[in-house]
């Protein structure tokens, strides 16, 4: 079965500054992988995914992200945080499960904005 | 209106009260699901529904029920519930193959008194 896991819970960064979220991931084969925001009260709002190919993937609202095959990760970087980047967020890996994608989620990393 | 819609946002109930959350979705998928957020733990999947059948039950108690009677609707009615279910259920959808990706509606936030 797959997991993942984001060890920081809780990340402060100032304006402006650069940013990066750690995401490892455990499965036994290829491994789709995602990375969801979610602001206060709001539904998963997909960043960016990775399925075959270019190792390093670009997102939504500038964000990016390097599948590391040889680590087992999947880290969210951004060159320069904006104060409405502050919310929740989830990597996640896929599988398929016959017709679908099974996806198990991370238990989030909480991005805190100072000015 | 576009993407997942949930109805209602939020929700209190008593623990002998009958409810029903919905979700529609307008995107054209075929698979849809529930979703747990509670606090301090990550997402648990409840119930999938791949072309209006239920594939995956991941050992929900029985007050939850979902129902899918199309594959643009989806609605999980509760009956008895705890107050431990309160939480977060989120839906999402997906066209149906390996490499789809999930799009999520806002959520009802579920409150049990």
């Known amino acids: 079965a797959q997991s993942v896991t984001q060890p920081d819970i809780h990340i402060t960064v100032s304006e402006g500054a650069s940013l990066e979220l750690r995401c490892n991931y455990s499965y036994g084969a290829t491994p789709y992988l995602f990375w969801y925001v979610q602001s206060p009260g709001q539904g998963l709002q997909l960043l960016l995914k990775?399925?075959?190919?270019?190792?390093l993937v670009q997102g939504i609202k500038g964000f990016e992200a390097e599948f590391k095959r040889s680590q087992s990760s999947f880290n969210l970087r951004k060159p320069s945080v904006h104060w409405s980047d502050a919310a929740e967020y989830f990597c996640a890996v896929g599988a398929d499960s016959g017709g679908y994608q099974k996806v198990t989620f991370g238990t989030g990393t909480k991005l805190q904005v100072i000015p | 209106e576009t993407g997942v819609t949930q109805t209602p946002r939020h929700l209190v109930m008593g623990m002998t009260n009958k409810k029903s959350l919905k979700c529609e979705q307008h995107l054209g998928h075929n698979a849809m699901y529930w979703y747990k957020q509670s606090a301090k733990k990550p997402l648990e999947l409840m119930f999938v529904y791949n072309f209006k059948e239920q594939t995956e039950n991941n050992s929900v108690p029985s007050r939850f029920s979902p129902e899918c009677p199309n594959s643009s609707h989806l609605f999980l009615h509760l009956h008895t519930l705890q107050p431990e279910d309160s939480a977060l259920y989120l839906c999402?959808?997906?066209?149906?193959?390996?490499?789809?990706?999930?799009?999520f509606g806002p959520g009802t936030r579920l409150t049990v008194l």
């Open positions: 990775y399925f075959s190919g270019d190792t």
């Open positions: 999402a959808s997906s066209q149906t193959g390996t490499t789809d990706t999930q799009y």
